[in-house]
Structure formats: structure tokens, C-alpha cells
């Protein structure tokens, strides 16, 4: 048994915490990418990538986060691709981010009625210049809400890198654990940090939220 005082806990809990908020930066802006990648293809071309799309959302959304980093890490091995747990973990969040804000900006932008593709369309504009200028503006105003919320859904996310190996703050928790023998107290922490971090998100979503509905009408 190794004798940490709180402090010390909470100093080795700060600092991984660092390492869980960076992926979870990384894994929430690479997911926005992709996934407005996706949604691009299918705005612009519904016929073609319709059923594409469907399938890219429904197979990270319908299969557990846990499996993914698992099939990420492990999997890549088995084709002889030596990749870090670093990559191997961001590779795996961030499809499965991509696929969940694809979804929710798709759903943002159906909200837009039809009549402005209609209207903008008159007005011979390009499909770079509806979203530009008519359809884009609308839909961000929808979509900041849920897509802060969803920030919260990424940081508890990382906890499970820890399976394979990327110490997060997760990880760090157990490992200190396991050598104070203190699991109550170092967990305790470890909640404590997650909320710290994922409560002030949510507030201000919930926030964003109101203020939309509170324009909108």
C-alpha cells in the first residue's frame, strides 16, 4: 500500500484528466468533420448517398462504443497495421462521434421547411449557395444545442479507452486505487472531476436550448 494524502490523488487525477479532455477535443472535432462530410453527400446527392449514410449512422449507433475501440486497437493489428493506442482510440471516438452529429445536423437541416430549398432554388442558386447563405444559417441555430449537449456524451465516452490501455482519467483512477487500496475516496474523485467537467456543458446547453425556443417563437 502506497500513502497518498487527498492531495496527492487529486493532483495524478488533474493531470489525466488533462489526457480525457484533449481526446475528447480531438474525437469532437474530427467527429464533426466526418460528419459533416457525410451530410454534405447527403444533401447534395440524396439518391446516391442516401442509403449510405443510413448505413455509416446505424452501424456506430447501433453497435457499442466498446466494441469499436476494441475492433479499432485490436483489429488494425490483425491486417499488420502497428498503430498507437493513441490513434487506434482516436480513430474509434471519432467515427463514433461523426456518426451521432451527422445524424443530428440531418435532423436539424429536415427541420428547415421545405419551402426555402424551394425558394432558394428559384433564385438559381447552386447547392453551395443554399446551404451558404439559406439553409446553413438556419439550421446552426437549431443545431448548437444538441450538438453541445452531445459534447457531454464524448467526454463519458473516453472513460472507455481505458480498456485498452490509453490512460484517461478513468484508468488513472483504478491504478491509483490499486495501489492506495482507497477505492472509495480515488473514485469519488474521479466522479467528482467528470462532473466538474460535463456540468457546466450541460448547463449551458440546456441554456442554448431556451434561448432558441425563446427566438424561435
Known amino acids: 500500500m502506497v500513502d497518498f494524502t487527498l492531495w496527492d490523488i487529486l493532483r495524478n487525477l488533474i ?33 446516391a448517398f442516401k442509403l449510405p449514410f443510413a ?39 471519432t467515427l463514433y462521434t461523426s456518426a451521432f452529429l451527422a445524424e443530428i445536423w440531418r435532423g436539424c437541416v429536415a427541420s428547415i421547411p ?12 447552386s447547392f453551395g449557395e443554399q446551404m451558404r447563405y439559406i439553409i446553413a444559417p438556419q439550421a446552426l441555430r437549431i443545431a448548437i444545442p444538441p450538438t453541445v ?28 486505487a490499486n495501489v492506495t487500496y482507497e477505492p472509495f475516496t480515488v473514485f469519488a474523485c474521479v466522479g467528482l472531476m467528470y462532473f466538474i467537467m460535463c456540468y457546466p456543458i450541460s448547463a449551458y446547453a440546456r441554456y442554448l436550448e431556451r434561448k432558441t425556443h425563446a427566438v424561435s417563437r
Open 149 to 176: 449537449g452531445f459534447l457531454v456524451q464524448v467526454i463519458k465516452g473516453t472513460a472507455l479507452a481505458s480498456v485498452v490501455g490509453f490512460v484517461e482519467l478513468t484508468r488513472a483512477g483504478n491504478m491509483i
Open 55 to 93: 448505413i455509416y449512422v446505424q452501424l456506430f449507433q447501433g453497435t457499442p462504443l466498446l466494441m469499436q475501440l476494441f475492433l479499432s486497437y485490436f483489429g488494425l493489428r490483425l491486417f499488420g497495421v502497428e498503430v498507437s493506442v493513441w490513434v487506434s482510440v482516436s480513430l474509434a471516438l
Open 114 to 125: 421545405k419551402g426555402q430549398w424551394e425558394a432558394s432554388a428559384s433564385l438559381a442558386l
Open 15 to 47: 493531470i489525466a484528466a488533462q489526457w480525457t479532455v484533449l481526446l475528447s477535443l480531438i474525437a469532437f472535432v474530427g467527429g464533426g468533420l466526418v460528419g459533416l462530410f457525410w451530410l454534405l453527400l447527403r444533401l447534395w446527392r440524396p439518391g
